[in-house]
Every structure is written in C-alpha cells, then in structure tokens.
C-alpha cells in the first residue's frame, strides 16, 4: 500500500518533530522548563496535546478496527477511552495542579511524605510506560512496514521505522523536552483529527450511510457464539461476541479509572499555570475524546459496510473473530480470521463504476489495517497517505509523552532521592540523559519484540498491552491519587500498600495469563479452580484490592501509631489543593515569606 505521496508526507512529519525540538532549545533553563514547559501552558494547546498524547495506535488504528471485526464489542474500547477524562475532571486534575508536584511519584513523595511510597510510584510508572511503549513501538515498525514499505540499506522496513520513531521522538525529547513535547503533540493532534474526518467524509460523498449500513450488518449472519449469552445467537450489533460479562466490565474499569493513573497523560497536567486552567483543559479534552471516538466507531462500521466482503463491497460480510489465528492464516495465504473473505466481489468487478480504488489484499490480512484500507479504497494515494501521517502521528505523540514521562519519573524521583538533587544545569543535563536513555531502551525493546511483528506468532498478544497498562494504572495509581487528595487521614504505609496491592496483583495477573498463551507454564486444569482467575482483563478484582489496601494499611498504620501524621505540613498542602482562591494565596505568602526569612 506504499506509495509516494505516503513516503513523503511521512518523512515530513519527521522532519517537523526535529525543527520543533530545535526551536525549543532556547527556552529550557531549568528543570521546571525541561519537564514541564515553566508551567505556562495555556488550557487550549494542553488540551490538544493531552489529546494528541493519548490517541495513540490503539485509538486511532484501533477501535476503528475493534469494531470492524466484533462490532458492539469494539465500541467497548472507544467508550471506555472516551469515558476517562470523567473521573480525571471531578476528582484529579484540578487538586494535582495544585499540589506543587512535578509527577505522580513526587506527588506520592510530597503527600505522604515518604521515601518509600515516592520510589515505589517510580517502579510503577516504568511499569506502565513499558506496557504501554512496547505496542507503540511495535505499531511504528509494523506500520512503516504496510504503509510505507522501504528500510534503510541493510535493515528491513519494520527496524527502520521502529529505528526512525525511537531515533526522532529521543532527538525532540532530548533537544526540546516538555515544551517541543507539547508542540508536537498539538501538530500531530490536528494531523491524526484531519485523517479520520477526511475519510469519514469520503466514505459519505461514496455512498456510505450509517444508519442504513448499522441495519445491513445487523442482518448479516455472525460466524462466532454469543460469550454474554451462549445459547442466544451472537450479532454484530449485541454484546458478547468477543466478551463475556467479567471482561466487559473489566475492560471498562480499566479505561476508564487508568487514565487517570497514566504517568505520561496525568504529567501534563503539571504544565497548566493553575489549577483551574487544568480543569478547563479537561473539559476540553472530554469534549474532543467524545468527538474523536465518535468518528472513528463510525469509521470501523464504514469499513466493515464499503471493504471487499461487507454488505456494500460484495460479499457475505460474516462477523468473525478477530486474534493472532486470523494473522497467522493470513501469513500462510488463507483468509484471515476476523476479516471478510475476498473471493465474493472483489475483484475488478467490485469497484467498476464506483470510483473506488481496489483495496489490494494484503491490507485486510490485519484488522488494524482497515482504516488505511478504506482510506485508499474511498480517496486513493492522497488520502493514504494523509492517514498513514495520522497513524505515524498518533505513534509518534504518544512515544514521546512516555519518553519525558519516563525521564522525569527516573531524573527528577530517582535522582534527586538518591543524591538530593544538585546544580539546576546538572539536573537538567541528567534530565537529557535520562531521556536519551529511554529512548535507546525503547529502540531495543522494538528490535527484541520484532519477531512478533508482521507475520509474526503473537500479534494479537501485543495489541492487548495498551489495556494491560491501563489496569495496571487503574488499579495501582487510581486508589492512591483518590485517597491521598481527598482522604487526608491516609497514610503512606496505606500508599504502598495500595500500589504493590493493585498495581502489583494487576501486573502478577497479566503475566499469569501471558505464560500460559506462550506455554512457559500450562493452563490451570478445571478442578483446580484456578481456571477462574481474571488473567485478560483483572481490574474488577485488582482495582477493589487497590482502594482495600489502601485503607487496611492505613488504618493498621495509625493503630500501631508508627508513622504520625505531620498536621503543619498536611494542613498546608490540603490549603493548596483544596482551599479557596483567598486560602491558597494567603498560604502562598506564608510560604514566601518563610522563605525569604531562611535566606536572610
């Protein structure tokens, strides 16, 4: 599906990643500059750039995809996505900003006052980041690879675009930090937006109508059983056909309360000048999630009504499930699971007279693919390659919000708890670093994983990582950030025991069900009981042990009177995050003028 328009466009948006990284240079003075732009970003351009941080390959490539192949069920996804920034806006954003914490492991630090709370946010946050850069990675080389086709002399298409995304977003992160993170971030936000409009409205002007093809597909038979309801028949339109009752609602709780324990998404809002301009920037954002979701769940039933083998394309268009058995299928030159077959009307016949370019094979070997598939077969080479710049766009952004995330947890928590701190220029200069290094870890992580990539073994188990990171940030962060702002008698032995307790049982859960999919230990036998253990989806079991041990580690805490609480310094950072404007001011005075009176 490569073609030059496609190459070009690409390399564009490469190119402005590294001016805007340059143009930023100048502005970084101090560490406060290097991670979280001065704080000056206005409510706008950071609801832009939460937005162009949090539409990554899974939500641009992805739900569209979703619901392509299980229907109802895919719409799950954009729900949830479209749903986090709810619990972010009433109970999180505003009171953060005004805790004064760079991150969230500072912000652990600063509330509970705890050596041991901060670090453990820090393993948590390299916890989620990897989740959640592994599969970006991996996206940017398998689609480099389907969308633009060419490697560098020597290294095959995936490594180059993996190299080309690790290689860029550090250079940017490194040159520019928070601020050309921002830019960026806000460009590629208005890239990725323009892509999935533009084909929706093609999809119009070539006939496509919601409603009517909701109704054909509703008509079409479902090659697959019913998981909600296994002796009722499965539809497109219904739930159950990828999951059960346990998985959806799972699913959704981790969608929807792990936004909110994203360390790339949550350190965004240490940008805002003020509390109240991180709330409005939510409200924003809630709005264009919606937006955006809305589109791109349209998006997927287009695709399934215009492609080769739907109602309008030709074919039977049966509803089949999705996974890596389609792919592998796929790989040996069968029709793949989860894709409609390509032998009924689509050929030349299928677009004679239609004005549709042929959608060629190969793209609808793999789901995620389908959004490239109909861009071509509705606007040809031009509206390919302005939706492969959205897609490289939506990886790209999301690489670099989990870079700066992943060095400020490193160089600003870690450093500064093992060695004080230092010199601003040294802070700064190891902020670099840091990122510099995660970006070369990142580059490794996508090179080690490639063999899973196009016409690998398990595609279909990486594609589930980003959710995995989301449990892991509903269940770990979301207790802690809720309890601590707005419990204040929490403790920080309840912090810990909260984090290691959600974050730690999501992530043991996660790696249960990963062993047995790749056979390093075989599936518990039915009598044992262990069959029942949530593996897929754990957050409706993990995120209620998260707010438990949260609250028993706190009360077994203050019973056994180890670690008082220290009021002075609580009732001054409960003043900032919840008093009244009149309060916080008269509490910023205080603070200045105990700071003058040390230096005099």
Do not use: K
């Amino acid at each position: 599906m490569s073609s030059p328009a496609t190459v070009w466009l690409t390399l564009a948006l490469l190119f402005s990643s590294l001016v805007l990284g340059s143009l930023a240079r100048r502005y970084i003075q101090t560490t406060v500059d290097f991670y979280l732009a001065g704080r000056r970003i206005g409510y706008l351009a950071n609801a832009s750039a939460i937005c162009g941080d949090y539409f990554s390959a899974a939500s641009f490539l992805g739900v569209a995809a979703a619901v392509y192949a299980v229907g109802y069920d895919g719409l799950l996804y954009g729900l949830g996505f479209g749903a986090g920034f709810l619990p972010v806006l009433l109970f999180v954003a505003a009171p953060l900003r005004r805790s004064g914490a760079f991150t969230l492991p500072s912000f652990c630090g600063l509330r509970f006052a705890s050596r041991a709370a901060r670090l453990t946010a820090v393993a948590l946050v390299l916890v989620i980041v990897t989740l959640y850069l592994v599969p970006q990675m991996i996206a940017a080389g398998s689609t480099w690879t389907m969308l633009v086709g060419y490697g560098l002399p020597g290294i095959t298409p995936y490594a180059t675009g993996v190299t080309a995304a690790a290689v860029i977003m550090t250079a940017y992160v490194v040159l520019g930090g928070m601020r050309a993170t921002t830019w960026n971030q806000v460009v590629q936000f208005g890239v990725l937006l323009s892509a999935v409009v533009t084909v929706l409205v093609l999809a119009y002007v070539r006939g496509f109508r919601y409603l009517d093809a909701l109704a054909e597909l509703g008509r079409q038979p479902v090659a697959a059983e019913n998981r909600l309801h296994p002796g009722l028949a499965a539809g497109f339109l219904h739930p159950g056909l990828r999951f059960d009752l346990f998985d959806q609602i799972s699913l959704l709780l981790s969608l929807v309360f792990g936004t909110a324990g994203l360390p790339h998404i949550m350190h965004r809002y240490f940008t805002s000048p003020t509390g109240a301009q991180a709330r409005r920037a939510t409200a924003w954002v809630l709005g264009l999630v919606t937006l955006f979701y809305v589109l791109t769940g349209a998006v997927g039933v287009a695709a399934r009504a215009m492609l080769p083998g739907g109602p309008a394309g030709g074919g039977g268009g049966t509803v089949v499930e999705p996974g890596s058995a389609g792919r592998q299928a796929a790989a040996e030159g069968a029709p793949p699971v989860g894709v409609p077959p390509l032998d009924a009307g689509a050929g030349e016949g299928a677009v004679a007279g239609t004005g549709m370019a042929e959608v060629p094979e190969v793209a609808l070997r793999d789901p995620d693919m389908v959004v490239p598939a109909l861009a071509w077969r509705v606007g040809g080479d031009a509206v390919l390659a302005l939706v492969a710049a959205g897609a490289f766009a939506a990886i790209y952004s999301t690489i670099g919000g989990l870079l700066i995330a992943a060095a400020a947890a490193i160089g600003h928590d870690l450093y500064e708890e093992l060695t004080g701190g230092g010199p601003e220029q040294r802070r700064v200069l190891v902020g670099r670093l840091t990122a510099a290094g995660t970006g070369g870890a990142a580059l490794a992580v996508g090179l080690a994983f490639g063999r899973w990539g196009p016409g690998g073994q398990e595609p279909g188990l990486f594609a589930q990582m980003v959710t995995w990171a989301f449990a892991v940030a509903a269940s770990g962060f979301f207790p802690v950030l809720t309890l601590g702002i707005w419990w204040r008698g929490m403790t920080a032995a309840g912090a810990v025991a909260a984090m290691v307790a959600g974050g730690g049982g999501s992530l043991a859960l996660i790696l249960w069900g990963v062993g047995q999919q790749l056979g390093w230990w075989p599936a518990p036998a039915a009598a044992s009981g262990l069959d029942a253990v949530p593996a897929t989806f754990p957050t409706a079991v993990t995120l209620p042990l998260g707010f438990a041990a949260g609250v028993a580690g706190t009360l077994l805490d203050r019973c056994r009177r180890r670690h008082p609480i220290d009021e002075s310094r609580l009732d001054d950072l409960w003043t900032r995050m919840h008093g009244t404007a009149a309060e916080r001011q008269a509490e910023r005075l205080a603070r200045i003028a105990l700071a003058q009176r040390w230096r005099g």
